[in-house]
């Protein structure tokens, strides 16, 4: 086996540096979409390759090497992963195992939670107003799922306002969004250097919706004011915001720099620029990366299988 | 059964009863009711069903604990409060966002609408929505 076995575990930092710019400008499905189906082929091939190591190593144990009746001498000249390496991946792999089972606990069991509490609100009306001082609003996954807003939320937004609202948060429930970030938050966890990637899925999910607002309202601008408007609200420190509509009639100030904006602004800056379109140039850099860290990991399983039957001619 | 001695401290299950059957029963006569009940009304429904009796201060502890647990809503009649049951929608609804504020990891396959705000994300918002031209809308 030769030194690209180590190459599918790097792709993922190449990933991670490139998710934010990309799901910043591809359209939002596809971007959604395209990260969730990365950050899945990702953590497959690293952890093909972390497997890929822990059996070369195991495979130059005398026990091993007797039962297949393959030369351990010629395996261990043929193989150039150390073995303080192999046991690292070994443990990286056990430590992968343990993560994706506490994630996948944690999420089934918060899916469930909100499948149990969408049945248990009454029967017919999609949206749920929840009494109180609360400015929250948000989508509950279930059969059928729900649209909890806060009653002081629906109070503070005028009807365009609300139809922009509810149109975010159905398309959340219409798009089966929460699939989209759990199967991200899955593959990060089978592999960290990822995670940087799942947070882009859960952007790109809450783009995806404010993009449905849009063009099911017709008004990027309304929808963005609407986001902005609810997330000062929203904020525990009280602002200087009046309660009448807050108005973005004047022209965007330039420049404003989002290189480490929180995904609000970000989100209101997209919905204030033109609508995104599809960018080949970017797909193909993506499609690089996971062809890259695919071929690798083919490529070294083929060499481990063939320097085994190597090892067991030479026996 | 009916001389078994009632529980006069806080602790409202008597021996024949597993803990919160009490207050499952409380819950179901406040449904029933429809209207907001004094503990003393629900003492006598309670009877009425062919419970054991139950002493005043036994239900005053189960309905301010059930009350404690978000469960029931209270208003005040003269001296004392009326109880009713928080309705099922609403209830899980501010179940839910408790546990959001809690930040626990239910909250993560919910679409909320907005996260929260960095004082740097504000200001950075404001700018974008064009707050510092002070246009009105």
């Known amino acids: 086996m030769n030194a690209l076995v180590y190459l599918p575990l790097l792709v993922p930092v190449l990933a991670a ?8 400008r591809l359209e939002p499905r596809l971007a959604t979409c395209l990260l969730t189906a990365t950050t899945v082929a990702l953590a497959a091939f690293s952890t093909a390759a972390l497997a890929l190591m822990t059996a070369s190593v195991l495979a130059r144990s005398p026990l091993l090497a007797a039962l297949g009746d393959y030369s351990q001498p010629v395996l261990r000249r043929g193989d150039p992963v150390p073995a303080l390496a192999g046991m690292a991946a070994a443990l990286l792999l056990t430590a992968a195992a343990v993560a994706v089972a506490v994630v996948i606990r944690a999420r089934a069991r918060a ?20 009494p109180g001082h609360s400015i929250e609003a948000y989508a509950l996954p279930g059969s059928p799922g729900r649209i909890v807003v806060s009653g002081r939320l629906l109070d503070v937004l005028n009807d365009r306002g609300r139809a922009a609202l509810l149109a975010h948060e159905h398309a959340h429930l219409a798009g089966r969004h929460h699939l989209f970030t ?6 990060a966890a089978a592999n960290p250097l990822l995670l940087p990637v799942a947070r882009a899925v859960d952007y790109t999910v809450e783009r995806w919706a404010d993009e449905r607002a849009a063009a099911i309202t ?9 986001i902005g408007r609810v997330a000062l609200l929203a904020t ?22 989002l290189a480490w904006a929180g995904p609000v602004p970000r989100r209101v800056a997209a919905l204030l620029d033109p609508p995104p379109r599809r960018q080949l140039a970017l797909l193909a850099i993506v499609a690089i990366l996971i062809l890259t860290a695919g071929v690798s990991a083919a490529e070294a399983a083929r060499d481990l299988h063939a320097l085994l039957e190597f090892a067991q001619a030479a026996r | 059964m009916p001389d078994e001695e ?3 401290d806080a602790g409202p299950g008597t021996s024949r009863r597993p803990p919160g059957a009490l207050e499952a029963e409380v819950m179901d006569v406040l449904r029933a009711a429809g209207a907001p009940l004094s503990p003393g009304q629900v003492r006598e429904r309670l009877a009425a069903r062919q419970l054991e009796e139950l002493s005043y201060s036994t239900v005053v502890t189960i309905v301010s604990r059930l009350h404690a647990k978000g469960l029931l809503e209270r208003e005040r009649t003269g001296r004392a409060f009326a109880y009713r049951p928080v309705d099922d929608a609403s209830l899980a609804a501010s179940q839910m966002s408790q546990a959001l504020q809690a930040g626990t990891d239910h909250g993560a396959v919910l679409g909320r609408f907005v996260s929260g705000l960095s004082g740097r994300d504000a ?13 009105p809308g």
């Open chain 1, 17 to 24: 540096a490139a998710a934010r710019p990309l799901a910043a």
């Open chain 2, 123 to 135: 200001r950075l918002l404001r700018r974008l929505l064009g707050e510092d031209e002070d246009q």
């Open chain 1, 182 to 187: 759990t199967v991200a938050h899955l593959a």
């Open chain 1, 236 to 257: 525990p420190r009280p602002t200087r915001l009046r309660a009448a509509a807050l108005g973005i009639t004047g022209t965007r100030v330039r420049p404003v720099s």
């Open chain 2, 6 to 8: 009632p529980a006069r």
């Open chain 1, 111 to 130: 899916l469930a939670e909100s499948y149990r509490r969408a049945a248990s609100m009454a029967p017919g009306g999609r949206v749920v107003v929840v």
């Open chain 1, 218 to 226: 017709g008004d990027r601008r309304l929808v963005a004011s609407t």
